[in-house]
């Protein structure tokens, strides 16, 4: 079975730092490369995807309002992807969700692209 599992989330205050991170085990795509991607959703509000990263080479995209202060990384070896988040703001509170997707070309911030879905880790951040 394909399992996510995303951790690191907590209660900071603005301007403070978080880093998640997301393993992922018993993926089963075509082809060896695959995208990880972050997403998030406040509450009454649509999904939202934050950034997502390509196994291939570690290209990135964010969505503009985390652009300069969150940053994704992965460690191919261990399946983990991870989301540095710097200088954190009330709007930034949400569950953190992260995902995979069989598709890494080109890089897209569309929860429908992604197949497979971790259960969440709460991010709250204090004014």
């Known amino acids: 079975d394909v399992q996510l599992q995303a951790s690191g989330g907590g209660y900071v205050q603005a301007g403070g730092s978080l880093r998640l991170s997301c393993t992922a085990s018993?993926?089963?795509?075509?082809?060896?490369?695959?995208?990880i991607g972050w997403f998030r959703q406040a509450p009454g509000e649509e999904r939202e995807g934050v950034s997502c990263?390509?196994?291939?080479?570690?290209?990135?995209v964010y969505t503009d309002s985390v652009k300069g202060r969150f940053t994704i990384s992965i460690d191919n070896a261990k399946k983990t992807a991870y989301l540095q988040m710097n200088n954190l703001q009330p709007e930034d509170t949400a569950v953190y969700y992260c995902?995979?997707?069989?598709?890494?070309?080109?890089?897209?911030?569309?929860?429908?692209?992604?197949?497979?879905w971790g259960q969440g880790t709460q991010v709250t951040v204090s004014s």
């Open positions: 995902a995979t997707s069989k598709w890494w070309r080109p890089l897209k911030l569309k929860p429908l692209r992604f197949d497979f």
């Open positions: 018993g993926l089963t795509y075509d082809y060896d490369d695959y995208a």
């Open positions: 990263i390509s196994t291939e080479d570690g290209s990135a």
